[in-house]
């Protein structure tokens, strides 16, 4: 019973010895560890916070997490592309706003509403035949020889029996503009405006629908004379109230061919294929506004919106710094910790 006794002790004893230091080491690696963990996790946990506060300052202000995780140099970086984008846009945007009203002024002082009106069926003023009766009566209008610009309005459209040509109808046209006569507004897309038209040019189908003046004692003879044709602006001037100048009005003279007679030198006109193989009626007044005026306004738009996404990019990249940051720290933090003692927290665990 001693015997056993003794060996028991002796056996116990020498477990301690043999073990006694790694069991220490064991329980205290295992509890630091433990608390390793435990200040990873809140210091995990309150640098998740700050990381979305400042990755939610940049997205507003570019620069202004980096300044809130201390980061002074990078967010001075950062915020000065952005006031410098911003101000560079702004100077475009000024820029734009001058060049707006450049080329609307241009179109005021250089396109003419009733000039375009008269003028539609005839847009280089080709000379016109006209033939009174002796009723002092229109019996006929029309134009023997046409040009180029001409024949840009004509039709070639089949019928039952052959094809019919005829020059495009202005209230058939996909683009309009807009007049006011006694308060009301026309459009002169309308089919409305087809007997509006008539009675404003004191025309019909007959002559061709080109704008004659009401026949009485003083009217000039001569179709063709500036004096007649100054008369007719007048006729049309007396019968419309306002020009409504719309967006689509500043973009449709410089674009479309409907638009071109209402240019004052519609007269010296020509005809010339666009890139994307389009035939233009084009005239100085047109080209210039159409490829000097509005493709500047156009540049200085384009800059001010090229330079809105880089302010965009530039503050999509401040924040996407903050978070890559903290992804690098995260696994580099995870890694370390791995190494020093989660495995062995682990084995303590299991065994």
């Known amino acids: 019973m001693n015997f ?10 020498l477990f301690n010895i043999c073990f006694s230091n790694s069991l220490k080491f064991s329980k205290n690696q295992s509890h630091i560890n433990f608390e390793n963990s435990i200040k990873n996790s809140i210091n995990e946990n309150y640098n998740s ?18 300044f809130y995780k201390g980061e002074k140099v990078l967010g001075s970086i950062y915020l000065g592309v952005e006031t410098s984008l911003w101000i560079l846009r702004d100077n475009y945007l000024n820029d734009a ?17 009733s000039k375009w009106i008269r003028d539609y069926y005839n847009p280089t003023n080709i000379d016109v035949v006209v033939s ?6 229109y019996e006929s209008a029309e134009i023997l020889q046409v040009n180029d610009v001409y024949n ?9 029996d052959d094809f019919e040509n005829y020059f495009s109808l202005l209230w058939e046209q996909a683009h309009d503009a807009q007049f006011s006569i006694n308060g009301d507004i026309y459009s002169t897309s309308s089919d409305s405006f087809k007997e509006l038209y008539e009675e404003i040019c004191n025309t019909n189908e007959s002559f061709n629908y080109i704008c004659l003046l009401e026949l009485n004692e003083s009217t000039p003879s001569d179709y063709n004379s500036d004096e007649y044709q100054a008369l007719l602006i007048e ?24 638009f071109f007679a209402g240019w004052e030198d519609s007269s010296i006109g020509w005809v010339e294929q666009n890139s994307g193989g389009y035939d233009l009626a084009l005239s100085n007044m047109k080209n210039f506004y159409e490829y000097n005026l509005r493709a500047n306004h156009k540049k200085n738009n384009d ?13 999509a990249i401040s924040v996407f710094n903050i978070l890559l940051k903290d992804t690098r720290m995260r696994m580099s933090s995870n890694l370390n910790s791995s190494e020093i003692g989660f495995n062995e927290i682990k084995l303590s665990l299991k065994f």
């Open 235 to 258: 006729q049309i001037d007396s019968r419309i109230d306002n020009v409504i100048y719309t967006h689509h009005l500043y973009e449709g003279v410089g674009k479309y061919n409907m």
């Open 49 to 66: 916070q700050n990381v979305l506060i400042a990755a939610g300052l940049s997205a507003i202000i570019p620069g202004l997490g980096q």
């Open 132 to 137: 009174i009766n002796n009723l002092n009566e």
């Open 97 to 113: 706003r001058i060049s707006s009203s450049v080329y609307k002024k241009y179109v005021r002082d250089n396109w003419n509403f």
């Open 152 to 160: 840009l309005f004509v039709v070639n459209e089949e019928n039952e």
């Open 4 to 13: 056993y006794l003794k060996n028991i002790i002796y056996s116990y004893l």
């Open 303 to 315: 800059k001010a919106a090229n330079l809105l996404s880089l302010t965009l990019l530039n503050r």
